[in-house]
């Protein structure tokens, strides 16, 4: 996937010269998103008690997203990156035969305060640097879980921490370009599972922390 997403990016950085954002422009962009979580785990624990040899690791996913930056100064904007993300949650160590063993959606609104270097120019580099609250939704115990654990609940901590960007826009036309964007988002969560079956009450601390790959088009207004 991030090998596909570099063949836009070369192709984004010959296209033609446009009009810069300046103070007071709003720039709106839809992108495509790869969310590449590094994820790790604590080892799982059954009423506070830990499971030696076990963990979690978190898969990635493929989304559409829209953002909204608004140009304060020239040089400055804040940007806000809306969308939301489905991903598996699969086992490991002593329990990776389970395979997947939670699904769930996460929202998780960053906001973002960039410094654009080149406001004036056809190649217009930022930098940005944030916050992240992530909203965990519609979480699900798998049938393999169930199958070990009985029919099971599980809930999802909210998570805080901080973003961090680089990207580009290039110009199409005097309103139109393309963007590229790379995120590191800090995301982390404790994960509790109330089981029906004889493990009690299950948790595990997730670190998620997604580096995320996003290639679009925008528009300033």
């Not at 063949?7 to 296209?15: D, E, K, R, Y």
């Not at 990635?60 to 809306?82: A, C, F, H, K, S």
């Not at 960007?165 to 988002?185: A, H, M, R, T």
């Amino acid at each position: 996937m991030k090998r596909m997403l570099m063949i836009p990016v070369l192709l984004s950085l010959v296209a033609l010269t446009t009009t810069p954002a300046m103070a007071g422009d709003w720039l709106i962009r839809v992108r495509a998103l790869s969310i590449d979580p590094d994820s790790s785990s604590s080892t799982l624990r059954s009423d506070g008690a830990s499971i030696p040899d076990t963990g979690v690791s978190v898969e990635d996913d493929q989304i559409p997203e829209l953002d909204i930056t608004y140009m304060m100064r020239p040089n400055w904007g804040l940007e806000l990156v809306l969308g939301t993300s489905q991903h598996d949650v699969i086992a490991e160590g002593a329990l990776a035969g389970l395979g997947k063993v939670v699904d769930a959606r996460a929202l998780p609104p960053t906001l973002t305060l960039q410094y654009h270097f080149n406001p004036e120019g056809k190649f217009r580099p930022y930098i940005g640097a944030g916050i992240n609250f992530t909203l965990f939704y519609d979480e699900k115990t798998t049938s393999s879980f169930n199958a070990v654990a009985g029919n099971s609940d599980v809930d999802l901590d909210e998570s805080v921490g901080l973003a961090g960007q680089l990207g580009f826009d290039v110009g199409i036309n005097e309103s139109w370009f393309v963007n590229f964007d790379i995120k590191y988002i800090q995301i982390d969560t404790t994960a509790t599972i109330t089981t029906a079956g004889g493990l009690g009450t299950v948790e595990v601390d997730v670190d998620i922390n997604p580096f995320v790959y996003g290639f679009g088009i925008g528009r300033r207004f």
